[in-house]
């Protein structure tokens, strides 16, 4: 089984833009999940989808948004960069989100705001 | 905010030495699990620890936890160079929302 492919792998971007990130969760995977890792804050929980549904959310400015598909693949977006947003964003995947469940993570996006 | 904090922050040791991180962790929870993830790269699970067990092992890998102690250690026996990675803990809040700690840098020299 293919594992959880994120694209792209790195991204530049300056200040005051948008960024749209994607990621295939592995086949069969219904729960994505979206963490942002930074050198300062370490790893934290950005949201979770589960059949195009949000059922979690992360503390994080509305700037920040995601969105699942029918086929289980999600995007998130960070509108209005801040210098503050760059990271390595990772999405992880498992079958259903259930509590107990390890998570397969992807390799990330290493996004640098400029 | 962090609900993990791992100690020791780095550890550095030689090839077939065993590697102790710690956790603690400040709320109730039913599980934790630890992850490993060498330099720029994705998390990979390693292991999940209910809160009604006290001791779990795979492989050369060994998890403890004390839920009164709210703490756990992992253990890794007769380490190689490929352990070489971050280690973190996690603690499992449902619906894959992780909390995971700032991590152990582990070095494995040969």
């Known amino acids: 089984k293919a594992g959880v492919t994120q694209t792209p792998r790195y991204l530049i971007k300056t200040r005051g833009q948008q960024v749209t990130l994607s990621c295939s969760p592995i086949s069969g995977h219904r729960s994505v999940s979206w963490y942002q890792q930074t050198p300062g804050q370490g790893l934290q929980f950005l949201f979770e989808y589960f059949s195009e549904t949000q059922r979690n959310k992360g503390n994080f400015p509305g700037r920040f948004s995601g969105r699942q598909f029918s086929n289980s693949r999600s995007e998130m977006n960070v509108s209005t960069l801040e210098l503050g947003d760059s990271a390595l964003y990772l999405c992880a995947s498992s079958l259903e989100g259930a509590q107990g469940s390890p998570l397969h993570f992807g390799n990330g996006t290493r996004l640098t705001v400029t | 905010s962090q609900q993990g904090e791992e100690d020791p922050q780095a550890l550095s040791i030689q090839e077939g030495e065993n590697a102790t991180m710690n956790c603690s962790y400040k709320?109730?929870?039913?599980?934790l699990q630890w992850y490993r993830q060498n330099s720029g790269r994705g998390l990979v699970h390693l292991i999940l620890?209910?809160?009604?067990?006290r001791e779990k092992h795979s492989g050369r890998l060994r998890v403890t936890l004390d839920t009164s102690k709210k703490s756990s250690s992992l253990l890794i026996t007769a380490s190689r160079a490929a352990d070489t990675a971050s280690y973190f803990c996690a603690t499992d809040m449902g619906y894959s929302t992780l909390t995971f700690g700032k991590g152990t840098m582990l070095l494995v020299s040969p």
């Open positions: 709320t109730s929870i039913n599980n």
């Open positions: 620890i209910r809160s009604n067990e």
